[in-house]
């Protein structure tokens, strides 16, 4: 093996590079004195380059990882925690774990929404199936500005038709998701992306690197000039002259994806593999560091066989380009063979472009020139990038939000203004316009399309178990008051998993928030961490990993809510316990399980009815929500209830409505005394979930509740179609359901 | 029976419709590859949903010219049965070996949803069991499922019986708000003139294990097994 | 010797054409109502190796006839220059 030594005059060019260059590069003075220190010279440009990326915010997590660290990673179920591999892996128990994870793509969605939306799809399912797990459900978290500005409704339109057209095309079924509509996201759209995968325990590939003289390939797509500084462009304030950067947006090619999961997995299977790691933000230098990191070797690389897609392409070109469904494998040597034929197989390219050292050193060649060489562990998350602790503040309005009281808003005297109002609203309504535009049934294990569910259910083919998966986070609720806006977003996931007859297992988070460098926007952050901590340390839902988006924020709008996305799996050891949503029959007994309040706060009601912004977040106690849904769990396993729905956005009569539109049903019932109709109706206190129960079991059913502490209060009996309210008639399901199922056709047209 | 499902770089529904035929159905199925020849001395050919070769010219152009494709036209010409689902219908058009073709969506988007299919004859291997007054509820997935014939292959097609499913309300009213996509006549499945070779739009293998609460589907395969072993 | 082929494929005249249809519709809102029938195809530019221009063109013919274009929905032309 050659030894190199790190003379500078070996390198590409004698150039060292200025403090300017390191700024640009998007580098603190701080950092560009570290990076002198650590190469004990100053660093030539392409060095420089493999700083700035992998020490963004997008790969190092320095503004965040202080306070990641506090979440709860523990678990028996946890077979990888947090940080130790591209996504979570649980064990589901008969020796099939799930590997699941949510990531961002916000900022290139808010350049270039079609290409920006496809490869955020594109890089959550690398992140899975890089693990050896075969992708089975994928869902989305959405978050627009106006809907009825033209410039929200062009990229509402292009995000879900690049989600549609990536993730019908590579062939999982998009199963589930959330859209919100706030005019906090009118410069900085939300755009998450949340995949699942299913392998044997034992069979799952690390992204590691190791052994001395082992091949490290290239696979997949030809690297083109795509993405250039993404990760760096990813981690700065859009302003206006970020449009002028349109080539850091890749474009995905989801043909090339597919072919890539097959060959993937089936060089798995050969048993040839060390260690692998899909090539997404900051390419090859990224993948490059982590693995030889993790595996506490190095690497030396020839650039120059990297297969290029176009000409003259420069080392940092090279090392940085996010050119989209490529992967590296580190292969054991002598096995060669047996790893191209599989690529040959699948039409892909298969490079070999170097391999692992002993020196704990990335060297890279081109044209047999030495053009860079860092120490790998300096790169990385946890080496030697560096960490802040950022400074926060409690903002003015915190306080403010808590003054409010009921008392001061007049309650409606018309009831079904409110309702129809409800009904008729983009955050409410069926949101089938974007999700017709998924495919939801390939691979024949999608439960939930013919059920209505509080979750999408996915059968994992060949056992009797299925995965329950939600995406949740409201950000109003964040935004009023971060801590308890967090754990209520980890305690709807949780109920929803319940509600559809899961057991939650674990969660994923997609952190999204402004500018960490602002103390009032790093207090947000700050409040979601311990909020999510305190909610997943009651539920047991260890955090697997998931993904920081800072900088959501433009100069003139200031941040968006606080937006800590939930994603949650859960598990149903038999598909037999799926709860459905649905009221089933006319006639059976509709109940209310948790406590009604006379709570109206950060209510969808309150803030588009009313028009009023500041108020706390909605009532919430932790402990009996925790407790509400074990009594619930019960009440589904010994199939005492045959519909069950959580209390949401739009409050109870909402819930109601969702209940009884499947089925074409109604309800009758009435309001508890002491407690303000509109709030009972409308408001969004948390813990609360409505079951229908069949007249022949209520005693049963009474009985059961009767032995827990949890709330519950008859509320009346599903109807054959009129929705009733203390008598007064609200409207019929028939036409509540044709205003709710065409509100989103009726703004964003066919 | 012996089903062949031929995979294509890009098919997706590949792995659903073997799970169907072979758990489901109980049948023995031969996985048929893209690069090969040998139609491994199947019964019939079923060319399965996807975005084959990434469908990036035409939905199915590319795949028409695929090796294996060579074989199955060469089967279908012998009145070898050849069934083909969403891609696979697309690709039967592109490879002549049934009438039509298939436009963008009229809505130019994709759609994913149940519809429900009148069964327009009997007349044919694969709706021979079904009931003519009963709509099925299958599910589409497709942005290219709009049918497209000239008027005078429509009509000869209508007078030899080769229609084979119409787009319909759930009381089998075929009607113009039933029509998912634009398809001339409400036109979801076809067959050849010489009734061997059958494309449909949507995916009756998405509809028949009770584990996704629909079986409508089950009726095109139970059909396939009687026919064809009578 | 080489020839560029510039190809357009279209669809044919008698074929609703969604997307002409929507960018037709979208002129009209954008205040240009003088702008009518848009109808948007496929752009194909590709090099031939061929003895001559007759045998080029053949070549680029059969091309469109078999993949390029599909006769049932769409019509092509094409113009051939030598490199």
Request: proline letters at 4%; glycine letters at 8%.
């Amino acid at each position: 093996m050659i030894k190199h030594s790190k003379i500078p005059q070996k390198l590409e060019t004698n150039q060292p590079a200025s403090l300017e260059t390191a700024k640009e590069l998007g580098l603190l003075p701080e950092e560009f004195d570290k990076i002198k220190e650590i190469l004990g010279r100053t660093p030539n440009f392409t060095e420089l380059s493999i700083f700035s990326v992998m020490w963004s915010e997008h790969c190092s997590y320095k503004n965040s990882i202080v306070w990641l660290k506090t979440l709860p990673k523990e678990g028996p179920r946890m077979l990888a925690k947090a940080g130790e591999e591209n996504a979570g892996l649980v064990d589901l128990g008969d020796g099939i774990a799930c590997c699941f994870k949510i990531e961002s793509h916000n900022h290139p969605s808010a350049l270039e929404p079609y290409q920006g939306a496809a490869t955020g799809v594109g890089g959550i399912n690398r992140d899975i199936f890089t693990m050896g797990a075969r992708p089975i459900a994928q869902l989305n978290s959405l978050r627009f500005g106006d809907i009825h500005q033209a410039r929200n409704q062009w990229l509402l339109k292009g995000v879900v038709k690049g989600i549609g057209d990536y993730g019908n095309a590579f062939g999982i079924p998009t199963v589930g998701g959330e859209l919100f509509f706030d005019e906090c996201y009118n410069v900085n759209p939300l755009v998450n992306a949340m995949s699942a995968g299913i392998v044997n325990v034992g069979e799952t590939v690390s992204a590691t690197s190791y052994g001395v003289g082992n091949p490290v390939y290239i696979v997949g797509s030809a690297t083109g000039k795509d993405g250039i500084h993404g990760a760096a462009f990813a981690s700065k304030d859009i302003t206006e002259d970020s449009v002028n950067d349109l080539p850091a947006v890749q474009v995905g090619d989801p043909f090339q994806e597919k072919l890539l999961l097959e060959a993937t997995l089936e060089v798995i299977k050969t048993g040839a593999v060390v260690g692998m790691q899909d090539m997404g933000a900051a390419g090859i230098i990224c993948s490059n560091s982590e693995m030889s990191a993790k595996g506490e070797h190095g690497m030396r690389i020839d650039l120059d066989k990297v297969p290029m897609r176009q000409e003259n392409m420069k080392p940092f070109e090279i090392l940085l380009s996010e050119s989209q469904e490529r992967m590296l494998i580190v292969v054991k040597k002598g096995r060669e063979k047996e790893v191209e034929a599989v690529f040959e197989k699948w039409d892909l390219n298969c490079a070999i472009i170097g391999e692992v050292t002993d020196t704990k050193r990335l060297e890279y060649y081109m044209n047999s020139q030495l053009v860079a060489d860092v120490p790998a562990e300096d790169l990385v998350l946890g080496g030697g990038a560096p960490v802040y602790h950022r400074e926060y503040r409690e903002p003015a309005y915190y306080k403010e939000n808590l003054k409010f009281n009921i008392d001061q808003v007049a309650e409606p005297k018309d009831l079904k203004s409110v309702a129809d109002h409800l009904i008729a609203h983009p955050n409410i309504a069926s949101k089938r316009w974007v999700t017709d535009q998924y495919d939801s049934t390939v691979g024949t294990a999608t439960m939930t399309t013919n059920r209505p569910c509080d979750a999408a259910v996915v059968s994992v083919k060949g056992t009797d178990k299925a995965i329950a998966l939600t995406v949740d986070c409201n950000s109003r609720y964040v935004y009023a008051d971060p801590q308890k806006g967090c754990a209520i977003a980890v305690a709807e996931a949780a109920r929803n998993i319940t509600c559809a007859g899961g057991e939650p297992v674990a969660i994923t988070n997609c952190l999204n928030f402004g500018n960490p460098y602002v103390p009032e926007v790093y207090w947000q952050f700050v409040g979601a961490i311990k909020g999510m901590s305190e909610a997943c340390t009651k539920f047991q839902t260890p955090v697997t990993g998931g993904n920081v988006s800072f900088y959501n924020q433009s100069s003139d709008e200031g941040p968006v809510f606080p937006t800590p996305t939930i994603g949650m799996l859960g598990v149903l050891d038999d598909t037999k316990t799926l709860m459905t949503a649905d009221f089933k029959a006319e006639g059976d007994l509709i109940y209310l399980i948790g406590e009604s309040v006379n709570d109206i706060a950060s209510s969808q009601y309150l803030a588009s009815y009313h028009n009023i912004s500041a108020s706390p977040a909605p009532h919430f106690d932790l402990d009996k929500e925790y407790a509400m849904h074990q009594v619930l769990k019960q009440l589904i396993r010994e199939q005492l209830i045959v519909s069950a729905h959580d209390v949401a956005d739009g409050g109870l009569y909402i819930a109601l409505l969702e209940s009884a539109m499947p089925n074409q049903l109604g309800f009758a019932i009435e309001s508890e005394e002491g407690i303000r109709k509109d709030a009972f109706l409308f408001g969004e206190a948390q813990g609360r979930v409505v079951v229908s129960v069949k007249p022949e079991q209520q005693e049963a059913f009474i009985e059961l509740m009767a032995t827990s502490e949890t709330e519950f209060s008859l509320l009346g009996t599903v109807t054959s179609g009129d929705l009733k309210v203390d008598e007064e008639h609200l409207g019929t399901v028939k036409a509540s359901k044709s205003v709710y199922q065409n509100v989103l056709h009726e703004i964003l047209g066919a | 029976m012996k089903f062949g499902v031929v995979t294509f770089p890009g098919s997706n529904c590949d792995q659903d419709i073997i799970d169907v035929l072979s758990k489901i159905m109980g049948q023995q199925v031969e996985n048929l590859w893209h690069k090969n020849h040998d139609l491994k001395g199947v019964d019939m050919v079923i060319l399965p949903g996807g975005f084959s070769y990434g469908d990036y010219l035409r939905s199915g152009a590319i795949a028409r010219f695929s090796p294996v494709m060579q074989e199955v036209i060469q089967f279908a010409s012998k009145g070898g049965y050849v069934m083909g689902i969403c891609n696979g219908f697309q690709i039967l058009t592109e490879a002549g070996l049934v009438p039509g073709a298939l436009l963008h969506n009229a809505n130019r988007k994709f759609i994913c949803r149940n519809v429900y299919l009148k069964p327009a004859t009997s007349h044919s291997l694969i709706t021979s069991d079904l009931d003519l007054n009963k709509a099925l509820k299958i599910p589409i997935a497709h942005g290219e499922g709009n049918y497209f014939a000239r008027p005078d292959v429509v009509k000869e097609m209508e007078d030899r019986d080769q229609i084979l499913f119409r787009y319909c309300d759930e009381h089998g009213n075929v009607t113009a708000e039933s029509n998912p996509n634009g398809s001339l006549a409400n036109i979801a499945g076809v067959c050849n003139a010489g009734r061997n070779v059958f494309g449909m739009m949507p995916h009756p293998e998405r509809a028949a294990d009770p584990i996704l609460a629909n079986e409508d589907g089950l009726g095109i395969f139970e059909s396939i097994l009687k026919t064809a072993l009578a | 010797m080489k020839f560029s082929a510039e190809i357009n494929v279209m669809p044919l005249k008698e074929i609703l054409d969604p997307q002409g249809k929507a960018v037709t519709g979208s002129m009209k809102n954008m205040g240009l109502a003088e702008i009518q029938e848009v109808r948007i195809g496929k752009h194909i530019s590709l090099v031939v190796d061929a003895e001559n221009e007759a045998i080029a063109h053949e070549k680029v013919e059969e091309a469109c006839k078999k993949l390029l274009a599909n006769l049932i929905m769409e019509s092509y032309e094409f113009t051939l220059k030598a490199l």
